[in-house]
């Protein structure tokens, strides 16, 4: 039987209550025999082999955890969320309750190989289109048990706060890789009290706030995200293995359309041969049984065969990210010129004896950006003992409040040392 086919049926038994040991938090309960069912799924347990941090852990040695670890782990802290809402009087039913657990548990079904680091390359849309595809196949599946966890993923269910657990600037899911990540990649950066700011969880006409008590967590969690971008998320060491990543995929598919025979046997092939860059993407028109035998490691098994191709710019590439002899990143105060950039392709070119093109897969340039607070999307909202509720920024009376909402910008140029 296909691994990936639809027709894979799962049958539920009373037995499928299991705990689950998690170094963060001890033990994730699977509360129902749906969710067992949903974790199981080839679609779910692929997310074993996809890296939370793509490639991190050049940097941080110990950042091999995976997408699988943090759905788990976000869904245990749904649960304590659903449950601290409840015992103040918040009304959850149970069809409520089971649609939050699944809707976080398969929030980041959609990503792609080494996550964020190949957004956009395989399939040119972003990984929450490729989420809500899996989740209206694994609804087929599943008899329409997932209808209520899609509409709280869409954000159409009736009770926005619900949503907002989910997905918002303060969601269980930030709380969840914030914490996990920096458990991982050994920095003191993003260990938040994730418990301390959900025991501050209400509801208030029908939005999600946090009681005046949490608004320093609030803070911490806020300072905590944006010391971990850059920290972590943004470190240069990952940056430019990324974009090198990234540059490998675009040059295997202009030679593979080029008719020059760089195959490898994986279902990676499929995905070289064309992209659609459609704005409307159609998601009836996605591979989903082919995507979802795409991982990690299909990606590594293709840099160890590009590795010895005879295309220069694919085996240097391969091999760089391979031996972790990665590019030079040069942090600018201004963008990079024009004329810089030229000059430096042109060196570049010299160098390897390569032309323009060929040095443009071994030259970037551009920023990096970080903003803990969007004053521009939802707020985070604080209750105070008078019953009313301000948005976090007028609330705080921390004197860098502005620090949290500023856009802090890095230019860099990437080359070989020169």
């Known amino acids: 039987m296909d691994l990936y086919s639809p027709n894979l049926k799962i049958v539920s038994t009373p037995r499928k209550l299991k705990v689950i040991n998690d170094p963060v938090y001890n033990a994730v309960r699977i509360s129902s025999p749906l969710i067992f069912d949903i974790i199981s799924h080839p679609y ?25 670890h943090h759905a788990l782990g976000a869904m245990h802290l749904m649960e304590k969320a659903i449950r601290t ?15 939050l657990l699944i809707a976080i548990l398969l929030h980041d079904i959609g990503h792609g190989p080494f996550s964020h680091a190949l957004e956009y390359k395989l399939i040119y849309t972003h990984h929450e289109m490729l989420t809500l595809a899996f989740m209206q196949e694994l609804n087929k599946e599943f008899k329409g048990a997932l209808n209520t966890a899609i509409a709280i993923f869409k954000g159409e269910y009736p009770r926005a706060f619900l949503n907002q657990l989910v997905s918002s ?25 994730s418990e301390r700011l959900i025991n501050t969880f209400y509801v208030v006409d029908d939005q999600l706030v946090i009681e005046e008590k949490g608004i320093y967590s609030v803070e911490k969690f806020l300072m905590a995200r944006r010391f971990m971008y850059w920290q972590v998320y943004l470190h240069k060491t990952s940056i430019v293995a990324e ?20 195959y490898v046997a994986s279902p990676l092939d499929g995905f070289l041969n064309s992209i659609s860059k459609s704005e409307e993407f159609d998601l009836e028109s996605i591979d989903l049984n082919g995507f979802a035998a795409l991982d990690d490691y299909d990606v590594i098994c293709a840099l160890k065969h590009w590795k010895h191709s005879n295309d220069f710019v694919l085996s240097f590439l391969s091999s760089s990210i391979l031996d972790r002899t990665l590019l030079e990143v040069r942090f600018t105060e201004d963008p990079v010129s024009e004329e810089h950039l030229k000059q430096t392709l042109h060196q570049v070119g010299q160098r390897f004896g390569l032309d323009e093109h060929q040095s443009s897969y071994l030259v970037y340039e551009g920023a990096l950006w970080n903003r803990a607070y969007d004053e521009s999307k939802e707020p985070i909202r604080i209750l105070f003992r008078d019953q009313s509720v301000q948005d976090f920024m007028k609330a705080s009376k921390y004197l860098g409040t502005q620090a949290f909402s500023a856009i802090h910008r890095k230019n860099y140029l990437c080359s070989p040392a020169l």
């Open 169 to 193: 600037q303060l969601d269980v899911d930030r709380l969840d890789y914030l914490k996990r990540d920096s458990f991982y990649a050994g920095v003191t950066e993003g260990n938040i009290n």
């Open 243 to 262: 974009l090198m990543l990234s540059k490998v995929i675009e040059r295997a598919r202009e030679l593979l359309l080029q008719k020059d025979r760089n």
């Open 85 to 99: 809402l409840r015992a103040k009087g918040v009304a959850i039913n149970d069809q409520e309750e089971e649609g």
């Open 44 to 68: 779910f347990q692929r997310l074993r082999r996809i890296s939370q941090m793509g490639l991190s852990y050049l940097v941080y040695p110990g950042a091999h955890h995976t997408r699988f």
